[in-house]
């Protein structure tokens, strides 16, 4: 009685075939009548396995995108976690991990399975989140220090003269001195504002 071969019979038949076995000794190992038949199995193996190889080069492709979409989200994430000198930290910044947001980045526990590099991270976003705050603090002071009068106002980057060289060079001491400015044309509800030039520098540009 025939035998019925199952996809793991074929692909063993086509791999005895392939080595060299004899077509006799192929029906007698699998209960195969005649070569007609034999000559079915062999064919549908074939098949079979071309689709197996295809499925393989898909899954191959797959995970060639996969992994490359993995490294460009790392990198993302790499560029996040660089820290602005003190001079880019402005009233208004808030911390924000953008790739955080990322569909993928859920998936690096997995791709990077390190206790360590997490616990770090997370040190990091609350020390990140404690510098923001102290140069945002350090910002308000430094334009609290000065008593203006009603009529004049600060301009709006009066400190960024001295976050500017503290992000250039630790000093305990500057040179500095205040001026008045006249309002320009564009900006006629604020006349005069004060401003700070430090060893120098200035940022004279009135904003509204």
């Known amino acids: 009685m025939a035998r019925k071969l199952t996809p793991v019979d074929r692909k063993k038949l086509l ?5 060299g076995v004899p077509k006799d000794q192929l029906k007698k190992n699998y209960d195969i009548l005649d070569n007609r038949t034999l000559k079915k199995h062999l064919l549908l193996a074939d098949q079979e396995r071309e689709v197996q190889l295809a499925k393989r080069g898909v899954l ?14 790392i990198q993302e994430w790499k560029d996040d976690i ?4 003190i001079s880019q ?7 924000i991990i953008h790739s955080e947001n990322k569909p993928l980045f859920a998936s690096l526990h997995e791709h990077l399975p390190f206790g360590t590099l997490w616990d770090s991270y997370d040190i990091w976003k609350d ?37 500017e ?27 005069r504002y004060q401003a700070l030039v430090v060893d120098g520098y200035d940022d004279l540009t009135p904003k509204n």
């Open 60 to 73: 191959k492709d797959r995970l060639a995108l996969h992994f490359d979409e993995i490294e460009r989200c």
């Open 82 to 85: 660089l820290v602005p000198p």
């Open 15 to 19: 791999k005895q075939y392939e080595d």
């Open 165 to 191: 060289r503290l992000a250039r060079e630790a000093r305990k001491k500057f040179q500095y001195k205040i001026i008045l400015c006249e309002g320009h044309a564009d900006n006629l509800f604020d006349l």
């Open 89 to 95: 930290i402005r009233s208004e910044t808030t911390f």
């Open 127 to 163: 020390r990140y989140t404690k510098y923001i705050s102290a140069c945002q603090r350090l910002r308000s002071e430094i334009a609290g220090a000065w008593k203006i009068n009603k009529e004049i106002k600060l301009n709006p980057d009066f400190a960024q003269p001295i976050l």
